[in-house]
C-alpha cells in the first residue's frame, strides 16, 4: 500500500506527457497511470491532443478525418488552435490547482509529426508551439518506443473507425512513420532531464511499471 501525504492540499502541480509513434500505447498507459496517481491521493486530470475541449474536440475532427488535404503547416496550426484552447481551459487551471495532469500527445508530437515526419521547419513550430502553450512545458515526458511495423500493425488490428490519415493515407508511409520516430529519440537525446524513454512493446503492465518508473520522482 504506497503512503498518501497528507499535505496533499499544497502539493505543487505535476504535468506528466505520454508521446510516442503511432500504436504505442499511450491511450492504455494513460488510464493505468491515472489510476496509479488517483491511488496515492492526487487529483488527475487525463486530456488529450487534440481534443480535451469543446473547440480541440472539433479540430481532432478536423485534423484527423480522411479526406483531407492539408499541408504540414496547417496542420500544425491548427494542432495549436487546439493546444492554446487545451492549456488555456484545462492544462492551466489543473496545475495551479496542485493538480496532476497527464495529457495524451502535446507540443513534441507536432515537432515530431509535421516537423521531423512533414518537413516543417522546426524553429518555426517551435515558435508556434511557445505561442499557444504561453511557456507552458510539461514536468516529465515519457516516450513510449516502438518500432514502427510493430506500432502500425497494432492500430490496424483494432477498430478501422479509430484509424486516422496520419496511418491509411499513402502520403504518411512507412519512412514518414520512421522520420517521426527518429524525431521522437532525437528529441529525448537532446533534453533527457524531461524525458524517458519506455520500451513499448512490452506487455501492458510492465509498461505501465516503467511508466510509473520513469515519473515516480516528481512525488
Known amino acids: 500500500m504506497e503512503r498518501i501525504d497528507t499535505d496533499l ?94 495529457c495524451d500527445r502535446f507540443a513534441d508530437s507536432t515537432l515530431a509529426y509535421q516537423g521531423f515526419g512533414a518537413g516543417a521547419p522546426l524553429d518555426v513550430l517551435s515558435r508556434i508551439a511557445e505561442i499557444a502553450t504561453d511557456g507552458t512545458r510539461p514536468s516529465r515526458t515519457v516516450l513510449l518506443d516502438i518500432r514502427v511495423e510493430d506500432g502500425l500493425n497494432r492500430r490496424r488490428g483494432g477498430p478501422a473507425d479509430e484509424m486516422t490519415r496520419f496511418e491509411t493515407d499513402s502520403a504518411f508511409d512507412a519512412a514518414f512513420h520512421e522520420r517521426v520516430r527518429g524525431g521522437f529519440r532525437m528529441l529525448a537525446e537532446a533534453d533527457a532531464d524531461r524525458w524517458r524513454v519506455v520500451d513499448a512493446s512490452q506487455s501492458a503492465d510492465e509498461v505501465a511499471a516503467a511508466v510509473w518508473e520513469a515519473v515516480a520522482d516528481l512525488f
Not at 486530470?45 to 480541440?56: K, M
Open 9 to 102: 492540499a499544497e502539493a505543487a502541480g505535476i504535468f506528466i506527457t505520454l508521446e510516442g509513434p503511432d500504436g504505442a500505447g499511450k491511450s492504455t498507459q494513460q488510464a493505468l497511470l491515472a489510476d496509479r496517481v488517483r491511488a496515492i491521493g492526487r487529483e488527475l486530470v487525463a486530456t488529450r491532443e487534440p481534443g480535451g475541449t469543446v473547440l480541440g474536440e472539433r479540430v481532432r475532427a478536423i485534423l484527423l478525418e480522411r479526406a483531407a488535404d492539408h499541408d504540414a503547416l496547417i496542420d500544425a496550426l491548427l494542432f495549436n488552435a487546439a493546444r492554446r484552447a487545451l492549456v488555456r481551459d484545462v492544462i492551466q487551471p489543473a496545475l495551479d490547482r496542485g493538480a496532476v495532469v497527464v
